[in-house]
């Protein structure tokens, strides 16, 4: 069984920045595609970032240049540092492995 724990998330001004983080817990984690998604309210849950087993990675367009996905796999841990937030970026961030999902964490960008 997977659990996906984040944290991270929080408050932040208009181009400020946050670090969200994923534990990963249950099975072998250094194969697995990691997967960020967020949600705002009132829309459906839209892919963000991606990082593979080789540690190649995807981003979204609205991102890139500004969102960066790593990942250690020895402590089975994924983050996703986040640059320059913007207000439309406010939603819920989960992190995703294959069908597990996280909890959620609420980013929230608002002066």
């Known amino acids: 069984q997977v659990q996906l724990v984040e944290s991270g998330g929080g408050l932040v001004q208009p181009g400020g920045s946050l670090t969200l983080s994923c534990a990963v817990s249950g099975r072998f984690f250094s194969i697995d595609t990691m997967n960020w998604y967020r949600q705002a309210p009132g829309k459906q849950r839209d892919m963000v970032a991606t990082i593979t087993d080789k540690y190649d990675t995807w981003y979204a367009d609205s991102v890139k240049g500004r969102f960066t996905n790593s990942r250690k796999n020895a402590e089975k841990m994924v983050y996703l540092k986040m640059n320059d937030l913007k207000p439309e970026e406010t939603a819920v961030y989960y992190c995703?492995?294959?069908?597990?999902w996280g909890q959620g964490n609420q980013v929230t960008v608002s002066s």
């Open positions: 995703n492995q294959c069908h597990n």
